[in-house]
């Protein structure tokens, strides 16, 4: 199969994939998209080697999901991961791309999951499953889960399988599935035990072999900040103010997302712009000309975009998105490092994407340090060295004659000393950015939100008159704190922090005071945002939340079994929304 399908527009996918497909902004489809889709969307089955990061998950979900029958409420589609981790990544990455396909459910399955959540869900009626072998045997034995109308079933990371034991598993699985469905087969690697499996069960399968490329980037030195909460630009800020930065890309996965980011960078002070394939070339030139000339310090741009750049100013490169794929990471650290020159590159990385992150270390053949964020006092002894030196710049290269006769004159006519006067002119000269990092902010950052103690004090306080209370389905057993869900509605909302009222965490959900007048389109978008791994789901709140509380605690406390809060948590958490800790929907490609 051709390797040179260097658009998603060039296959034949469903509208509402490709509609999911524009929403996001992406733009090139990786190798092994590119040689996968074409004959999955034919329905032939497939045998697939590549390596971790190399978007396998679209490789197989887009072709699967333009294939599926979004009314026929039975499982069309069957994939099968060696771990729970992997299972939910998958499901999740299916959840997204289906968004505009109606009715659409998808269910992961693994071992240690409420059996009963499962059961309940596939009564309902999905069209994916995404398991566990163990899980999924469990299943078919209990006659819980029918294959008898799948028309697709993936093995993913069968290597990992027959190294976990599930190999047999797999093989008494694919028995039981329809008699003409197709398969699609990926591996790392080829051991013989998953080759015998591809020959018995793959019919005149696709083969294709993507080669694993590996780098070595010695002359940049790489650091990953683990993401926590929802506070990567102000994450972002603080390193832009402590390192020492030429000029700088940094990497995003959509055209929107630059736009977006650069304008808040501007707005936070710093000279930046957006690269994007929306621009014309003339525009896009224009601004590599000045990152070049030194009149713009940062570029926020797409892989595609920046295909190409050189400009040997470049000392950092930030990952704020982390990338598809191995080689996009590859090629987008080398924007650094050029002419023989040092260079940095710093990766943001989700709990859930340690798996890339291992599979980049191995491919550029160098460990990626974690990183810590500057502290206060490190930004705010920056700030006041850039003072000094600002002030020292300016007494050997300024005539300071006429302000020195101003400030004799000024001493002379009120009485005052040169020390509070000199005092007096650099708290006019920085009051707009103050030299020193406000607390609060600080801790926000630190704390992934607004100080627990400051927000613990407010709770305290009465409602406000002009708040209305509102429900969200994210409580203490998902180890929410006020901060995670001020972080939430302050950046994902739009929301003032300040405007946020008192906040009152119960066992299995939270209450939080809002202003009265948040529009829909707000309360819309703050529906699907995610908090610990769950979605706020926000409405109104209907004022009987603390009995029910109460009496939820009372029940556990004697053990009467499921409590009101925890049955009305599954009503309003759809179980492919998927409970797990830490962790938030998959946006890229890779996931595999």
């Known amino acids: 199969m051709s390797d040179d399908i260097t658009s998603f527009e060039n296959f034949s996918l469903s509208p509402a994939i490709y509609k999911v497909i524009d929403e996001v902004g992406y733009e090139t489809p990786t190798p092994i998209q590119s040689r996968s889709i074409p004959p999955l969307l034919e329905g032939r089955d497939l045998l697939g080697q590549a390596q971790t990061g190399t978007g396998k998950t679209a490789a197989?979900?887009?072709?699967l999901l333009s294939r599926l029958q979004p009314r026929?409420?039975?499982?069309?589609?069957?994939?099968l991961t060696p771990t729970r981790e992997l299972a939910l990544q998958v499901a999740e990455a299916m959840q997204t791309y289906s968004r505009h396909l109606p009715n659409f459910q998808v269910l992961p399955v693994y071992g240690g999951q409420n059996m009963v959540q499962q059961l309940r869900q596939l009564q309902r009626g999905v069209q994916v499953v995404v398991g566990t072998p163990g899980r999924i045997k469990d299943h078919l034995q209990r006659k819980t889960l029918k294959l008898d109308k799948v028309a697709s079933v993936v093995i993913d990371e069968a290597d990992e399988m027959l190294k976990m034991g599930f190999i047999d598993d797999v093989e008494e699985i694919l028995a039981l599935a329809a008699e003409d469905h197709q398969t699609a087969l990926f591996s790392a690697?080829?051991?013989?035990e998953v080759l015998t499996i591809a020959r018995k069960h793959l019919k005149d399968p696709v083969e294709i072999r993507i080669k694993g490329k590996t780098s070595t980037v010695e002359k940049i030195s790489q650091h990953f900040w683990q993401v926590k909460g929802l506070h990567k630009l102000d994450a972002l800020t603080r390193i832009l103010e402590a390192e020492e930065i030429d000029g700088m890309i940094i990497f995003v996965r959509t055209k929107v997302a630059t736009v977006e980011l650069a304008e808040k960078l501007e707005a936070r002070g710093f000279s930046s712009a957006a690269l994007n394939g929306d621009m014309s070339q003339m525009l896009r030139e224009k601004t590599v000309e000045r990152l070049k000339d030194g009149s713009l310090d940062i570029v926020v741009a797409t892989d595609v975009a920046a295909r190409g750049l050189d400009v040997k100013r470049i000392s950092h490169v930030v990952n704020y998105d982390i990338p598809y794929d191995i080689e996009a990471y590859i090629h987008r650290i080398g924007r650094t490092g050029r002419a023989g020159r040092e260079g940095k590159a710093i990766l943001f990385?989700?709990?859930?994407?340690?798996r890339m992150l291992s599979a980049i270390e191995r491919a550029t053949k160098q460990p990626i340090k974690a990183m810590a964020l500057p502290s206060r006092k490190d930004i705010t002894n920056r700030r006041i060295n850039q003072f000094k030196e600002q002030i020292a710049a300016a007494m050997e290269s300024e005539d300071l004659e006429f302000f020195e006769e101003l400030i004799d004159s000024y001493q002379s006519e009120y009485d005052t000393g040169h020390r509070r006067i000199a005092a007096a002119l650099a708290?006019?000269?920085?009051k707009d950015r103050p030299l020193q990092m406000d607390e609060q902010v600080a801790e926000e950052i630190q704390a992934e939100g607004a100080p627990e103690k400051s927000r613990s004090r407010r709770d305290n306080r009465g409602g406000d008159a002009d708040k209305q209370s509102y429900r969200i389905e994210v409580g203490r057993i998902h180890g929410v704190e006020p901060g995670n869900i001020v972080g939430a509605i302050s950046n994902e909302g739009k929301i003032n922090s300040g405007d946020i009222g008192r906040i009152r965490i119960f066992d299995n959900f939270s209450l939080v005071d809002l202003p009265e007048n948040i529009s829909a389109d707000k309360l819309h978008k703050l529906k699907s945002v995610w908090v610990c791994d769950e979605q706020l789901q926000i409405s109104p709140d209907s004022g009987n939340a603390p009995s029910i509380a109460k009496r939820s605690s009372r029940r556990q406390r004697f053990g009467a079994g499921k409590t009101a809060g925890s049955a009305q948590q599954t009503k309003t958490r759809s179980a492919v929304k998927n409970p797990r800790r830490g962790k938030k929907p998959v946006k890229n490609l890779s996931g595999s």
Request: proline share 15%; aromatic share 8%; charged share 20%.
């Open 60 to 63: 197989f979900a887009l072709p």
């Open 427 to 430: 708290f006019l000269l920085q």
């Open 189 to 192: 690697t080829m051991p013989k």
């Open 72 to 79: 026929l409420k039975v499982p069309q589609i069957l994939v």
């Open 349 to 354: 990385v989700a709990p859930r994407e340690k």
